[in-house]
């Protein structure tokens, strides 16, 4: 089972993926052929410990059978309806995203989390030509350097990563950048004119990067004062990423528009926009559309994600373990090790030196799977059923990594 399903070796489907696909992703090391729980294994049946699970999307690890079912069972039922009909599965998952935040929001489903922003962005366009803000009569848009919010061009739009933006630019939508955790700056750039803000709780592709205590729910005050619509991108944080089902609930801020991705289907692409109060009533029918949003298969995935996470407790999972990982590393005072950042499974492991594709490669050997998210930056977000004994094993192990990369 562990194998390629057609026999090719490793180095094979490297070669054939060079040439086969664009460039964009340049090629990676590793071709995956399957998984449990935490394990992953290569086409030539080498074993992985996996510590970001698909960029924190793998939330149930990998093979897990609740997931299995429910998407074995909805695709043996109907596996696409579109939305000229109404399908159970995802009437079932607005509820359920409803319940988890306090019995409200309106939703909208789709295939991504960027098109969950394109979603928040036409709501905030419509909120602010409804309001007659800024000269252009929709106001203009606020983000954070070294933000990141997608790669279709609203998206990419608002996000602040020079090296993703710039050779795409120039941008339809007026948007202004503030460096990211500096409330002031914030207070300054948002008027009357602005429509919306767009902020991640914590900078994900940023390298992890949480802002000052009290930030967000300045933010939350500087929009309430402006009356700009505060937009949460929680695509990568949420789902029981930090300990709790949203990151936003440790500030206790809520946002007006908040949007949710990478974790929610377990591995399924699903998205999702909720609008709270009047941000839920913005569009009117026709506004907004997707072929694919609310697919019954991914909402079955998503909905097996959020019960199992209740049923195994895996929001304390992510907690306790994500504790025991950052203290662990935190303690190891190697030389290379700067310092560790984030909450619960959503760690950011700051270098002394700009290396951390030397680490990544060396933990690689030494079967972990870790991602180089900056260049002075490791990113960890393993599987929320990863166990302390997993954990454990990547602090073992992370001693003779960082010596390695320092050596390589
Ligand atoms: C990954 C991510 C996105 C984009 O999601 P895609 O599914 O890749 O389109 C947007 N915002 C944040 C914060 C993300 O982490």
Same mark, same amino acid.
């Given at each position: 089972?562990?194998?390629?399903?057609?026999?090719?070796?490793?180095? #094979?489907?490297?070669?054939?993926?060079?040439?086969?696909?664009?460039?964009?992703?340049?090629?990676? +090391?590793?071709?995956?052929?399957?998984?449990?729980?935490? $394990?992953? %294994?290569?086409?030539?049946?080498?074993?992985?410990?996996?510590?970001?699970?698909? *960029?924190?999307v793998s939330s149930l690890g990998h093979a897990h059978e609740?997931?299995?079912?429910?998407?074995?069972?909805?695709?043996?039922? *109907?596996?696409?309806?579109?939305?000229?009909? *109404?399908?159970?599965?995802?009437?079932?998952?607005?509820?359920? !995203?409803?319940? $988890?935040?306090?019995?409200?929001?309106?939703?909208?489903?789709?295939?991504?989390?960027?098109?969950?922003?394109?979603?928040?962005?036409?709501?905030?366009?419509?909120?602010?030509?409804?309001?007659?803000?800024?000269r252009g009569g929709r106001g203009y848009f606020v983000a954070? #350097?070294?933000?990141?919010?997608? &790669?279709?061009?609203?998206?990419?739009?608002?996000?602040?990563?020079?090296?993703?933006?710039?050779?795409?630019?120039?941008?339809?939508?007026?948007?202004?950048?503030?460096?990211?955790?500096?409330?002031?700056?914030?207070?300054?750039?948002?008027?009357? @004119?602005?429509?919306?803000?767009? !902020? #991640?709780?914590?900078?994900? #592709?940023?390298?992890?990067?949480?802002?000052?205590?009290?930030?967000?729910?300045?933010?939350?005050?500087?929009?309430?004062?402006?009356?700009?619509?505060?937009?949460?991108?929680?695509?990568?944080?949420? *789902?029981? &990423?930090?300990?709790? %089902?949203?990151?936003?609930?440790?500030?206790?801020?809520?946002?007006?528009? !908040?949007?949710?991705?990478?974790?929610?289907?377990?591995?399924?692409?699903?998205?999702?926009?909720?609008?709270?109060?009047?941000?839920?009533?913005?569009?009117?029918?026709?506004?907004?559309?997707?072929?694919?949003?609310?697919?019954?298969?991914?909402?079955?995935?998503?909905?097996?994600?959020?019960?199992?996470?209740?049923?195994?407790?895996?929001?304390?999972?992510?907690?306790?373990?994500?504790?025991?990982?950052?203290?662990?590393?935190?303690?190891?005072?190697?030389? $290379?090790?700067?310092?560790?950042?984030?909450?619960? $499974? %959503?760690?950011?492991?700051?270098?002394? @030196?700009?290396?951390?594709?030397?680490? @990544?490669?060396?933990?690689?050997?030494a079967g972990f799977l870790v991602n180089a998210v900056q +260049?002075?930056?490791? &990113?960890?977000? +393993?599987?929320?059923?990863?166990?302390?004994?997993?954990?454990?094993?990547?602090?073992?192990?992370?001693?003779?990594?960082?010596?390695?990369?320092? @050596?390589?």
């Open positions: 089972m562990n194998r390629s399903q057609t026999g090719a070796s490793s180095q #094979e489907l490297l070669a054939r993926y060079q040439a086969a696909f664009m460039p964009n992703y340049g090629v990676p +090391p590793v071709a995956l052929v399957a998984g449990q729980g935490c $394990l992953a %294994w290569d086409a030539d049946g080498r074993q992985y410990l996996d510590f970001i699970a698909g *960029i924190a609740a997931l299995a079912e429910a998407v074995g069972e909805q695709v043996h039922s *109907i596996v696409h309806t579109s939305n000229l009909f *109404i399908n159970e599965q995802e009437v079932l998952l607005a509820e359920e !995203l409803r319940r $988890l935040l306090g019995g409200q929001g309106r939703v909208f489903l789709s295939n991504s989390g960027t098109e969950a922003n394109e979603c928040a962005l036409k709501l905030a366009i419509k909120y602010g030509k409804s309001r007659g803000r800024g954070a #350097e070294n933000g990141f919010h997608g &790669r279709s061009m609203g998206a990419l739009s608002l996000t602040g990563k020079q090296s993703i933006r710039e050779p795409f630019g120039p941008f339809a939508l007026d948007v202004r950048f503030v460096p990211y955790g500096d409330a002031q700056a914030l207070a300054e750039a948002v008027t009357g @004119e602005c429509a919306a803000v767009f !902020l #991640e709780p914590t900078l994900g #592709e940023g390298g992890v990067v949480p802002p000052p205590d009290g930030y967000l729910a300045a933010a939350r005050q500087i929009c309430d004062d402006t009356g700009a619509l505060f937009v949460m991108d929680e695509i990568q944080s949420a *789902i029981g &990423r930090t300990g709790t %089902w949203f990151a936003h609930q440790h500030d206790g801020v809520r946002p007006d528009i !908040l949007t949710l991705a990478k974790g929610l289907g377990g591995g399924l692409p699903i998205g999702a926009c909720v609008g709270f109060g009047p941000a839920g009533e913005l569009f009117a029918k026709g506004d907004h559309g997707s072929t694919f949003g609310g697919n019954p298969v991914a909402c079955a995935a998503a909905l097996a994600v959020l019960h199992t996470i209740e049923k195994e407790g895996l929001l304390g999972n992510a907690a306790e373990v994500g504790a025991l990982l950052k203290d662990g590393l935190a303690a190891l005072g190697h030389p $290379l090790l700067a310092g560790v950042r984030g909450r619960g $499974l %959503w760690l950011g492991v700051v270098l002394a @030196e700009p290396v951390a594709a030397r680490v @990544e490669a060396a933990a690689r050997d +260049p002075n930056v490791i &990113r960890l977000a +393993p599987p929320l059923v990863v166990t302390a004994g997993q954990a454990g094993a990547l602090v073992d192990a992370f001693p003779s990594i960082l010596d390695a990369a320092k @050596e390589g």
